[in-house]
């Protein structure tokens, strides 16, 4: 699957660089997005087949270095890349990373799956493997953690720079530190998260998380409705915020992971699934409301976070160590 998605990935993107028209762009972006999904799936699955649940929490800590970080700098790179090309550049370009991957997964990356997990793949289809994990509360209550607290990045992605650069008046070339700032905070967060999962289990470390992201995401969603610290009333709890996701995003996937082993490919794709689908629903939702002000940016965000926090704590008990 992960070659077949990868080859994919290549044809889209290759469409994407000779589209002659907005409609092909459409289709080979969507084409494009199909075959690079598999790779965030997979490698979720295959870091879960190979370690178990503080381990795995520790290597997801890694992985937000790419998984994590790349939705912030990505943007950040593509204008720099711009500065030498055109738009079909940056196709051309990812064209060549994918080709890359494919080849090194070809030669470099050997099977994970076990023969337990084969033979569950075997005698399940893929809505019965969905119906099992959602039967399982603690999954639940990790998945919704981790979906709407990624969803609230989504949203600040989508929404930062018009709110940063036009209801602030922060010059355009300024923003980019500030993008880079807050990346950085999610990055240090994540590597501190390595070493935190070594003494304390990965759901207790999220409980806390959870916790300061609601803390954090009502002080921001406070400072926009009443104008408080002006801009830094702002950018000082967005940057806390992202600090806080750099030790929700690998405990919430470790933990989702960590009870069904067999079933990881399809509590993956949940994974998987929830971050994308909130985030995009969250980012509409951000864009339709956007009245000049920080104040829709700010109270989706809240409301994602509330959300996740609540169901992950009514649905994950104190004492879970599983």
Not at 25 to 38: E, V
Not at 126 to 132: G, M, N
Request: with cysteine.
């Amino acid at each position: 699957p992960l070659l077949a998605g990868l080859g994919l990935y290549v044809i889209g993107t290759i469409g994407c660089a000779i589209a002659p028209s907005i409609p092909v762009l459409m289709a080979t972006r969507l084409l494009q997005a199909i075959g690079a999904c598999s790779g965030a799936v997979i490698a979720r699955a295959i870091v879960r087949d190979h370690f178990e649940a503080r381990e795995s929490a520790r290597m997801f800590s890694r992985l937000i270095l790419i998984m994590g970080v790349s939705p912030i700098f990505a943007p950040l790179f593509g204008g720099f890349v711009l500065m030498f090309g055109t738009w079909r550049t940056v196709f051309w370009l990812l064209t060549g990373v994918g080709a890359v991957l494919l080849t090194s997964v070809l030669f470099l990356l050997p099977e994970s799956r076990s023969d337990e997990t084969a033979a569950q793949a075997a005698r399940e289809n893929v809505l019965a493997s969905f119906r099992a994990v959602f039967r399982l509360r603690d999954v639940v209550g990790f998945l919704f953690a981790g979906a709407f607290n990624s969803g609230a990045l989504t949203v600040y992605v989508a929404s930062s720079a018009a709110v940063i650069i036009s209801v602030y008046g922060i010059p355009p070339q300024a923003f980019g530190w500030v993008f880079g700032s807050n990346g950085i905070g999610l990055i240090t967060a994540s590597q501190i998260n390595a070493r935190l999962v070594r003494r304390h289990h990965p759901a207790t470390i999220l409980r806390w998380a959870t916790k300061a992201a609601l803390a954090v995401a009502a002080i921001l969603f406070i400072d926009a409705l009443t104008g408080f610290g002006g801009v830094w009333g702002i950018l000082v709890p967005l940057f806390a915020l992202l600090t806080t996701l750099g030790f929700n995003m690998p405990n919430a996937m470790a933990g989702a992971l960590a009870r069904d082993p067999a079933r990881a490919g399809a509590t993956s794709a949940l994974i998987g699934t929830g971050q994308f689908g909130v985030g995009t629903l969250g980012a509409t939702v951000a864009s339709l409301l956007y009245d000049h002000s920080a104040r829709p940016m700010a109270g989706t965000i809240l409301f994602l976070i509330l959300i996740g926090t609540t169901v992950f704590h009514l649905m994950v008990p104190k004492g879970h160590s599983s």
